[in-house]
């Protein structure tokens, strides 16, 4: 679904001179499709569905979380509940965000709103293999804002080159405007072209203004040599041009301090420590935003693409990603990365995990795009939250990708977090909610949104492998308890029963557990009952949180569905015992005060119908309730939409030319860029 605003042309000026507003009872849209066409067989809505794995023997089902207030050593450095983010393919960005800059997608708009209600702020990369063939022009021949010349495509991931026009750049600034989204930009480095780099730069610089937390210089170097775009290429070339950049940006007048994110590698043919042994860090700090890697625990290239090599089985490989340890964990993944981590603290900076998912090429049939991704995906990101990465971005790729975090067309690499219908659906089907999206919302709501938060692998049920739990601390003092249970067993008999204590003899402390705990619980929705026991860690679609879900394929407008519901478990005074319930396959988050589960940025939604009508001239109408509450900020003093005012209505922090006008869609705004630039 999308919503377009027609405003013909108005002052340039960088917000609206004004906006009418009109009442209005119209109900909020529904989301009840019309009938399906036949399943084309995009990967993305494929109906494989893998066996669980059995039931572990001797699996322990009741074990004690003793937690203390003050004291606790070994946590992370405070985290952002902003830390999971999304990385977009560049040239992919017309179907997830909009067609332009005035016709926004309504459902990523909402799924955004969504994790920014529970975190204050949403992270996006727009890059990945397809910016180093992107090139920014001035307009398209077709008026489009990104062109693909399908026929140019390399392999081994048949990355097409394109060009696009700065109204690109004017959407990812117009959605900053509506919900509070932070980009990083990608440069291609392929291209032997400085001045399509700078431009790029500076435009992002003038349209994003402080929306724009860094420019990705060039993309997973490590491969340039396999994928033949160079006869040799290694760490102290990608050094030496990375200076020439920087260099050229001075020569241009470009801001650059704290601007640039690298080295970008994939880990394949180089180590981070080959990169940072060039003096990398040392030489550019000061143009450095972030260090990034970019990594998967696997790949399904051989399937996708014909390598050549071994084709993977899904079935047997699926319960590499359902243990807290296992081959494809995120425990697993980030080892290589600790070393990493640490130097880049150490220097000042932050390392961010730039591209991730289940699986490159694509993904996996019922791996990347079934509830045990969810399980994976939370436990990926404590477990990179805990050893102090600054963040990490959940990959959105197209139709034919398996990992899709809201599902979308062809693209190269994994199992999507959301994905929009084949654009010859999109009239009648609305958009498909992935797995790694309920993960990217569970964390933002565990690590919530003070920013100072701190996590510790509890290292649980005697390091069970199984049964991983962090604790979530604020002030020094335990907060949160997220548990996570990979086992799927519909006996009922892996169920688990974990006893939380706060302070107690046992370490020398007075009891300070609670007198109830308010538990809120991920699974599987079995028929239409909430809270029953998860179906199986393979079950796709109809996940839900706190007892809301996203439905199945090709039935999200972004807004959850159904009642939220927390649960309150009364503690035992006498054993200082809050027993928690936590079915198999689930994850169950634990606030132990009120306070945790209060915090700003996790109130309800409000939403409200889309009363903009299209192919109208000079119209918006608003719903008068809608000014009172849109611009959010946490109580914040709210601008003014009138001419003459001193605010005016959120501005892009652009160049003269863009108009934000204000209208709700689904509990969201769209805004709309002056034509007359």
Known sequence: MKVQISLGVLQAISFASAVTVYP??????GTAAAAAADYTGAAAYNPTVLNPPAVPSGLPTQFVIQLQNGGTNNLSLPQNGSFIGFSIEMSVVNQVLGSNSKTLQVPFLNLMANLQERSGRVNIRVGGNTQETAVLVESTSDGKILEKNITGSSNPTQTPPLIYTP???????NISALVNVHWFVGIPFLLQDTATRLAITQRSQEILGD???????????????????????????YFGDFGVYVQAMQNANLQGTNLLVGPNIAYADWTTEQVWDTGF???????????????????????????????????????DFLSHTSASSGHSIIQKFLNSSAFAVQNGKRLVMFETNTASCGG????????????????????????NFGGAMIHVGGQNVFYNTFPLIRLYRTPQPFTPPPTNQSTFHQWTVGPTYYAALVAAESIGPSNATQLLDLGANGG????????????????????????TDPTGASDLRVQIAIGGSGIGQPNQSPASVKVKWVFNLCAALKYLLADSVSQKGNFTWAGQTFGDNFASDGRPMGQENITTIACDSTTNLCTIPVPAPSYALVYLTDAALDEPGVAATTTFPTTVETRTRNTVTIDQAVLATSNGGYGKKLGSTSAGSTSGAAPVKAAPGIVSVLALASGLLVLARMMGR
Not at 364 to 386: C, E, K, N, R, V
Request: with cysteine; proline share 6%; hydrophobic share 40%.
């Open 24 to 29: 209005t009872n119209q109900a909020a849209t």
């Open 167 to 173: 109204d690109l750049l004017y959407m990812m600034g």
């Open 211 to 237: 929306h724009l937390m860094g420019i990705q210089v060039g993309n997973e170097p490590d491969l340039y040599q396999r994928h033949q775009h160079y006869t040799s290429y290694g760490p102290y070339d």
């Open 281 to 319: 860090v040392g030489v550019y700090s000061q143009n450095l935003a972030y260090l990034s890697v970019e990594n998967y625990p696997t790949d399904n290239c051989a399937a996708q693409f014909n390598t050549g090599g071994a084709i993977k089985d899904p079935q047997t490989i699926f319960p």
């Open 364 to 387: 996996f049939a019922g791996i990347s795009d079934a509830f045990g991704a969810a399980l994976w995906g939370i436990d990926y990101a404590f477990q990179m939250a805990f050893n």
């Open 464 to 487: 069970n492998v199984y049964t991983p739990a962090y604790a979530f601390y604020e002030n020094s003092n335990p907060v949160r308890v997220g548990i996570i249970n990979y086992v």
